[in-house]
C-alpha cells in the first residue's frame, strides 16, 4: 500500500515529483517480466545502451518521468495502457532473425490487450486461424503450438527459421482473438512484377493508396530497398518493389483497424519498417481514421561504439523521429545474405 501511494504521487504532477521522487527508490513500480529482461540485459550486455527504453517523442515525456522514470520503462508502460484505454493501435517492431525480440514481447502480457495482430500470418491464413481459435474456445492446451501451425501452414510460410514459439505460445496463453495481418503471397508477388496496375482502382482509394508519401518518403524507400538488396539491383528497377511495400503497410493497417473495429483496441507484431510513422502502418491509419491512437515502438540492436541513442532513432526526411519508442537489445548473430549473393554471384 505504502508503494502504491508512492507511485501515485509521482504520477500527480511535476511538483510533485520534484518534491517527492528526486531519489530513485522512492519512485517504486511493479517491475513485471519485461523489465526484468531489460535489467538482465544491462547486467549481461557489454554496451550502455543495452536495455534502455528511450524516448524519440519529446511530447511523449511525461512530467513523472523526469524524476520518476526508471530508464524510461515507466513512461512507455503509461503510453501503451493508455494507448489501449482509448481504443487504439500499439506497433510493436522487431528485427526479425534477433530471438531475443520475440522473447522480449512473449513477456507482454496479450491478456491486457483486446486483441493482436501478426505480420507473419497471411490473409489467405486467416479463415484456418479462425476457426483453428474458435474450435480451441481459446483454451490453451500442451499441443496447441503444434495445431496452430498445423492449421496455418507455418512450416512453409517463409517464417519457420526464426524464433517465434515464445510469441506464439505467448499469443494462445492470452486468450485473446488474433488476426492474420498481412496480404497472401501470390498478391504480394503479383504486385512486386506489376505495381500499382495490379490493384483495381476503388481497392487502392479504399487502402489511401492512390495518396502519395511524397518525393522524399518515395527516395527513402526505393534506398532502402536497394540496400536489403545489396545494392544489386539498380533503383529505377525497384519501383514495383516500393510499390509492394507500400501495398503490405496499407493491408497490415487494414487488419489493425479491422481488429480495433471488433475488439475495440489492438496490439501489432511486424517488422520495425512497417511500424514507421513517416510511410507505415501508421501513416495508413491516419490516412484512413486520424482520431485513432498509435503507439510506434522499436527493438533495435546496439552497435559498438555508437552509444548516443538519438544516433539511433529513425527518422523521416524533415529529420522529425519517425518512431515513438526505441528499445535498444543486446545483438543477435545474423547471417551475411550480401556476401552468401556474391559468391552465388
Not at 474458435?134 to 499441443?143: A, G, L
Not at 511500424?275 to 522499436?298: F, N
Not at 529513425?314 to 543477435?332: C, L, M, N, S, W
Request: hydrophobic share 40%; with cysteine.
Amino acid at each position: 500500500m505504502r508503494a502504491l501511494k508512492r507511485l501515485s504521487a509521482c504520477l500527480a504532477s511535476a511538483a510533485l515529483a520534484a518534491a517527492i521522487c528526486t531519489p530513485a527508490s522512492a519512485c517504486e513500480f511493479e517491475r513485471g517480466p519485461i523489465y526484468k529482461l531489460l535489467e538482465e540485459w544491462t547486467k549481461t550486455c557489454n554496451h550502455p545502451l543495452c536495455g534502455r527504453v528511450h524516448i524519440a517523442q519529446s511530447g511523449r515525456l511525461k512530467d513523472h518521468a523526469k524524476d520518476c522514470d526508471a530508464n524510461g520503462w515507466m513512461s512507455l508502460r503509461e503510453d501503451v495502457r493508455a494507448t489501449v484505454v482509448s481504443g487504439g493501435a500499439v506497433l510493436f517492431g522487431e528485427r526479425h532473425d534477433n530471438p531475443l525480440h520475440h522473447e522480449l514481447r512473449s513477456r507482454l502480457g496479450f491478456s491486457s490487450y483486446a486483441s493482436a495482430v501478426f505480420e507473419q500470418i497471411p490473409a489467405d491464413k486467416a479463415p484456418a486461424l479462425d476457426a483453428f481459435l474458435t474450435s480451441t474456445n481459446y483454451n490453451y492446451k500442451s499441443d496447441s503450438l503444434e495445431k496452430l501451425k498445423a492449421a496455418i501452414d507455418w512450416d512453409k510460410s517463409g517464417w519457420q527459421d526464426y524464433a517465434y514459439d515464445p510469441l506464439l505460445i505467448a499469443a494462445l496463453k492470452g486468450q485473446v482473438p488474433f488476426y492474420a495481418g498481412d496480404a497472401d503471397r501470390n498478391t504480394i508477388r503479383k504486385v512486386s512484377k506489376e505495381g500499382a496496375s495490379a490493384l483495381p482502382g476503388d481497392e487502392k482509394a479504399r487502402l489511401k493508396l492512390d495518396v502519395p508519401l511524397g518525393d522524399k518518403a518515395d527516395a527513402a524507400v526505393l534506398d532502402q530497398l536497394f540496400e536489403s538488396h545489396c545494392k544489386h539491383m539498380p533503383r529505377e528497377q525497384l519501383g514495383s518493389m516500393a510499390f509492394a511495400q507500400r501495398y503490405r503497410d496499407a493491408v497490415l493497417a487494414d487488419a489493425v483497424l479491422k481488429a480495433i473495429e471488433k475488439r475495440g483496441s489492438t496490439l501489432l507484431i511486424a517488422g520495425n519498417e512497417h511500424v514507421r510513422e513517416d510511410r507505415g502502418v501508421p501513416w495508413y491509419i491516419h490516412q484512413r481514421a486520424p482520431e485513432k491512437k498509435t503507439l510506434s515502438i522499436m527493438m533495435l540492436e546496439v552497435e559498438d561504439g555508437k552509444t548516443d541513442p538519438e544516433a539511433y532513432v529513425p527518422r523521416d526526411p524533415e529529420g522529425k523521429p519517425a518512431v515513438d519508442y526505441v528499445i535498444f537489445t543486446p545483438r543477435a548473430e545474423h547471417k551475411d545474405y550480401c556476401a552468401e549473393m556474391k559468391k552465388k554471384g
